[in-house]
């Protein structure tokens, strides 16, 4: 397997524009992850998921920030509409039910000018 | 979520043991002791993990205080390879399946 495939790994975009991030977990993997780490604040937990559904989103920020896994291979998020603050590396990691290990992606660094 | 506590950052020489401390004083009895590290410019990866006994692996070994609130990560020969940001996290197995992640010990490995 090729691990958690997250594209694109650079998003340079203006403030104000419409952001996707894309992630694909490991194939047969139950949990899915987003992460968002700054210098200011480290790696913070955004969402999970468990089977596409999503068990806790407290960690989304704002509602400029939604979350979708319309099934189990693909996951998104969606940042709408960005600002400079939302610049930060956004990672995704998926895991197995019985599982320990959290598999993480190269993650997606994105700069809001 | 109960609390870690690490150094900031470390030195160790290049081919020696190093001890990587992490304090968990309000651990309990159900959290799981997980070490990540992440290199730079990548995602975090998966060093080990262990709720009572010592652990060991290829790529480290975890020692767990009896009252199981500190551990050690321990990398037996360091290498340049192993200058990376070091988490102690705990996993409450029963409760949720997230991993919360603190500061982390910046690992620093002298040639």
């Known amino acids: 397997d090729a691990g958690v495939i997250q594209s694109p790994r650079h998003e340079v975009t203006e403030m104000g524009q419409e952001v996707t991030l894309r992630c694909k977990p490991i194939?047969?993997?139950?949990?899915l992850f987003w992460y968002r780490q700054t210098m200011m604040r480290g790696l913070e937990l955004l969402i999970y998921?468990?089977?596409?559904?999503?068990?806790?989103d407290s960690g989304m920020p704002e509602d400029r920030f939604s979350a979708k896994m319309p099934n189990a291979s693909f996951s998104t998020l969606k940042i709408q509409p960005s600002e400079p603050r939302d610049s930060a590396v956004y990672f995704c990691?998926?895991?197995?039910?019985?599982?320990?290990?959290?598999?993480f992606g190269q993650g997606t660094r994105l700069t809001v000018v | 979520d109960a609390k870690t506590t690490q150094p900031n950052s470390m030195e160790s020489n290049e081919e020696e043991p190093v001890h990587l401390p992490c304090n968990h004083s309000?651990?309990?009895?159900?959290?799981?002791i997980h070490w990540y590290r992440q290199l730079p410019s990548q995602g975090p990866e998966y060093v080990i993990h262990?709720?009572?006994s010592n652990v060991n692996n290829r790529m480290a070994s975890l020692a767990i205080a009896e009252d199981r609130k500190s551990s050690t990560l321990i990398l037996h020969r360091a290498t340049l390879r192993d200058a990376a940001v070091y988490y102690c996290?705990?996993?409450?197995?029963?409760?949720?399946?997230?991993?919360?992640f603190g500061g982390g010990t910046r690992l620093m490995v002298k040639p």
């Open positions: 262990g709720l009572t």
């Open positions: 998921f468990n089977n596409n559904v999503p068990i806790d």
């Open positions: 990691a998926s895991r197995i039910l019985t599982g320990t290990e959290a598999f």
């Open positions: 309000t651990i309990s009895g159900t959290d799981y």
């Open positions: 194939s047969g993997h139950d949990y």
């Open positions: 996290i705990l996993r409450d197995n029963n409760a949720g399946n997230m991993l919360t």
